[in-house]
């Protein structure tokens, strides 16, 4: 009986809404919910993330490593209070956080014997209060489990969203040089040797999804930073393939993401690609040729599959794609598309760049930066430029990112902090590097004419200067739209043709591919009035070859909002079985019927 209320809930709510549309008063549904309650969770469509109203998202965010580290806590806390950090991180518009981890910290939260926090001394004292919600009611100072705990409340509490990242097997400064999963030992906080094998790495993921199902702040899961070579003492390459080798990062993946989505099929799991692939080389963690042919697929399906390749310019090491007048068209026809980029403009599967950043000139002038040749440049005008051009593509794409990073100390990067300093009359002081903010801030999910950041959560703003995700789409979506719009809407498939550390970085080995054909270009949008045609599976609205909710959300987009659906959805998301004329509300309740088993089979 309780299944059953709730889908005549569900079918009631979904009528609302096409009864709205039908009568030329809704928008894109608002999406806010009775409370801030897990619903917030995304999916995947194509090349893009919705939330669950089918309102497209972008996750525009940057990483803050530290809880990958031997301190087990993010750098910078040291020097700045939490609770203001994490408010100027808001306030500067990125809502979504990278937080690298290792398997070593997840092991002892999941057996019960958290790290303690390294470098922060919390102080409750009225003249020089500093991090006092580090200090627990007992007195004691939090441990990692806890100081996690807090930051989440702390993102919660200014709209931000996160997920982890496993940087390494043990907790380790300079663990991201090694390229496995496994392989690692070190002891647990309850005495015993710890080998990370396979097994232990996807048990402590497992169990962490298990223990925050119920929190919308933690949105995903990495499910591990930069696979690669030998290079950093592994015993043998990371590959991708349809082996059970143990190397295997496909398979391994595949088994993480299943006993991930087992605990919380709602979280979004982020794959990242290898170094190499049948002899071409790329970025660590930055190949996803293998994609093509060997896709991640879940038992559950790929409606929370993110890939998540890492992309870099010449001062992390020169490549052979900078050796000339670089353009985005060389970069693609070069290195991007072959290597990842095929899989947005082909509409496969949603990127998001999980590391992306640089170290620049002391001062830039984007329009002479990208007018120059390339040639003339020295190393770190190119780097700007390479991140200029990255940028825009991004936006032009819907390519979701989080940035590296927030705090300074990266070797060959820098950070989007100079310095913080804490002060007991002032509070903490960030001093951001403006010049490398001012490059990234296009970047970053706002409205397109009052420039206002657009936050993940339904109903909490991101920060002083943005909105809550709600908000948007009640109030801005179709007034001014965003960054992303080419109009006054976001369309799901974007027409726009392509144009004519931690303290060290990763250096991939000679990543030089051997063929550089051109990007395929784009071909025109595709009509939205239907013509006859074949009907290949009634319902199926995306084209996913199932009949599943999301046809009806995708549906109900369509006639709500006017986003466009290819001519063989159209065809497909007629259910009387008539020809020739336009899908209605009607489709999508008879859908909705077939999903939740009260219609046998479509069409009617």
Request: negative net charge; aromatic residues 10%.
């Amino acid at each position: 009986m309780r299944r059953f209320k709730k889908l005549i809930a569900g079918i009631s709510a979904l009528m609302l809404s096409i009864s709205m549309a039908a009568s030329g008063l809704g928008t894109a549904l608002p999406a806010a919910a009775a409370d801030d309650t897990n619903d917030d969770w995304l999916h995947v469509s194509g090349s893009r993330l919705y939330d669950s109203q089918g309102n497209e998202v972008w996750l525009t965010g940057a990483n803050w490593f530290g809880f990958n580290c031997t301190e087990c806590a993010p750098h910078y806390l040291w020097s700045g209070d939490i609770d203001d950090l994490v408010r100027e991180i808001a306030d500067h518009g990125i809502n979504v956080l990278r937080l690298p981890v290792s398997t070593e910290l997840l092991y002892n939260w999941m057996i019960g014997n958290p790290d303690p926090m390294g470098a922060i001394n919390p102080n409750d004292d009225p003249s020089y209060c500093f991090n006092k919600d580090l200090i627990m009611e007992d007195g004691s100072d939090a441990n990692s489990q806890q100081l996690f705990e807090v930051l989440l409340k702390k993102c919660k509490k200014y709209g931000i969203k996160c997920f982890i990242d496993i940087h390494s097997p043990e907790s380790n400064n300079a663990g991201h040089n090694y390229g496995l999963w496994y392989g690692k030992s070190f002891e647990g906080r309850d005495g015993k040797a710890v080998t990370v094998t396979t097994d232990v790495w996807i048990e402590t993921l497992a169990w962490t999804a298990d223990h925050y199902k119920n929190d919308d702040t933690l949105i995903g899961f990495d499910l591990k930073n930069e696979p690669h070579s030998t290079y950093g003492g592994a015993p043998v390459d990371a590959i991708w393939d349809g082996s059970d080798a143990p190397n295997n990062w496909k398979k391994a993946a595949e088994d993480c993401a299943n006993a991930i989505l087992a605990k919380n099929p709602n979280a979004l799991i982020l794959i990242e690609g290898v170094e190499g692939y049948q002899g071409h080389g790329a970025w660590w963690g930055g190949n996803l040729r293998g994609v093509n042919d060997y896709p991640v697929m879940p038992t559950s399906g790929t409606s929370q599959i993110v890939y998540s390749p890492h992309d870099y310019g010449p001062v992390v090491s020169q490549q052979t794609w900078f050796e000339k007048n670089f353009t985005e068209q060389t970069l693609l026809d070069d290195y991007w598309y072959d290597t990842w980029a095929y899989l947005v403009e082909k509409d496969m599967y949603p990127l998001l760049i999980g590391e992306w950043g640089a170290k620049i000139p002391d001062t830039v002038d984007e329009k002479a930066l990208l007018s120059a040749d390339a040639t003339s440049l020295d190393e770190f005008e190119k780097n700007a430029r390479w991140l200029i051009l990255l940028r825009d593509y991004m936006i032009k794409h819907h390519i979701n990112h989080t940035f590296w990073c927030l705090n300074d100390d990266s070797g060959d990067t820098g950070g989007l902090w100079k310095n913080v300093i804490f002060s007991g009359q002032t509070g903490t002081d960030v001093q951001w590097d403006e010049l490398k903010y001012s490059i990234f801030e296009p970047s970053l999910w706002q409205t397109k004419t009052s420039g206002k950041f657009i936050g993940l959560d339904h109903q909490v703003a991101l920060g002083a200067n943005g909105i809550s995700l709600g908000d948007y789409y009640s109030n801005y979506a179709k007034s001014e739209g965003s960054n992303l719009d080419s109009g006054g809407k976001t369309d799901p498939k974007d027409p726009t043709p392509v144009e004519t550390d931690e303290p060290t970085q990763p250096k991939p080995t000679d990543p030089k591919p051997t063929e550089t054909d051109p990007a395929p270009s784009e071909t025109d949008p595709k009509p939205t009035d239907p013509t006859p045609g074949k009907v290949t599976l009634c319902g199926d609205v995306d084209e996913s070859g199932k009949v599943d909710i999301l046809d009806v959300i995708v549906l109900n987009k369509n006639l709500m909002t006017g986003e466009k659906l290819t001519e063989q959805g159209m065809r497909n998301a007629i259910t009387t079985g008539e020809a020739n004329r336009m899908p209605d509300a009607v489709d999508s309740l008879n859908i909705l019927k077939y999903v939740v088993e009260i219609y046998d089979s479509l069409p009617v």
